[in-house]
């Protein structure tokens, strides 16, 4: 690749991060049966400088529709609540939590893990020393976790309905933290930071 076109990949890129600064994924959640099936709705903003790369990746999965049917898999009291699994989509449990788009991302380690931050997923680092993140796993954190200060990249933070994250992680759940009932992405779409709190209208795709 030569210098010149690889400053045209750069210049593009840089562009369209600027371009879509304002927007924000909002994710729809269902679970429960008929009678007392509860909908749930958060939305996340992203840390376009600090964490670019990863934030463009999320807004392109969640522009394909990639998350949608996948399951919030792991929840801890007041503390946590994980997604982004493939694997979820299915009715077998056992390797949930393994999976992912097929490609990690390079680390974007620069922000701390406050109420309200979501990061990315990862390997540990006995077998991934360069931090790579998960392509599409993430987590979000409901109380600082200073502990994983430095670990894990932080590209987000929820900027409506963290409350319903709080509720979602007290459900009931299994021995590996699955809520036993599942909590499903019924949609997943950006609109711009404006339009919270209005009627949900979906951004045109990008190609």
Same mark, same amino acid.
């Given at each position: 690749?030569?210098? %010149?076109?690889?400053?045209?990949?750069?210049?593009?890129?840089?562009?369209?991060?600027?371009?879509?600064?304002?927007?924000?994924?909002?994710?729809?959640?269902?679970?429960?049966?008929?009678?007392?099936?509860?909908?749930?709705?958060?939305?996340?903003?992203?840390?376009?400088?600090?964490?670019?790369?990863?934030?463009?990746?999320?807004?392109?999965?969640?522009?394909?529709?990639?998350?949608?049917?996948?399951?919030?898999?792991?929840?801890?009291?007041?503390?946590?609540?994980?997604?982004?699994? #493939?694997?979820?989509?299915?009715?077998?449990?056992?390797?949930?939590?393994?999976?992912?788009?097929?490609?990690?991302?390079?680390?974007?380690?620069?922000? #701390?893990?406050?109420?309200?931050?979501?990061?990315?997923?990862?390997?540990?680092?006995?077998?991934?020393?360069?931090?790579?993140?998960?392509?599409?796993?993430?987590?979000?954190?409901?109380? #600082?976790?200073?502990?994983?200060?430095?670990?894990?990249?932080?590209?987000?933070?929820?900027?409506?309905?963290?409350? %319903?994250?709080?509720?979602?992680?007290?459900?009931?759940?299994?021995?590996? %933290?699955?809520?036993?009932?599942?909590?499903?992405?019924?949609?997943?779409?950006?609109?711009?930071?404006?339009?919270?709190?209005?009627?949900?209208?979906?951004?045109?795709?990008?190609?």
């Amino acid at each position: 690749m030569t210098r %010149a076109f690889a400053f045209v990949i750069l210049l593009s890129f840089s562009s369209l991060v600027a371009a879509t600064a304002d927007e924000v994924a909002v994710f729809d959640v269902q679970w429960g049966q008929k009678r007392d099936r509860q909908t749930r709705s958060f939305a996340i903003a992203f840390f376009e400088k600090e964490a670019s790369y990863t934030a463009y990746n999320f807004k392109r999965l969640i522009a394909s529709d990639f998350y949608v049917k996948t399951k919030i898999h792991r929840v801890i009291p007041n503390y946590l609540v994980q997604g982004g699994d #493939p694997l979820s989509k299915g009715k077998n449990r056992s390797r949930v939590g393994t999976g992912g788009p097929g490609y990690t991302l390079p680390p974007e380690i620069n922000r #701390p893990h406050l109420r309200g931050s979501v990061a990315m997923g990862r390997l540990g680092d006995a077998v991934n020393p360069r931090r790579l993140s998960n392509g599409s796993q993430f987590y979000v954190c409901l109380q #600082p976790i200073p502990a994983q200060d430095g670990k894990d990249t932080v590209f987000g933070q929820v900027v409506a309905g963290l409350e %319903a994250l709080d509720e979602i992680s007290r459900l009931p759940a299994d021995s590996n %933290a699955n809520p036993i009932d599942p909590v499903v992405v019924t949609r997943a779409y950006l609109i711009d930071r404006s339009q919270l709190g209005g009627p949900p209208v979906r951004l045109p795709r990008r190609r």
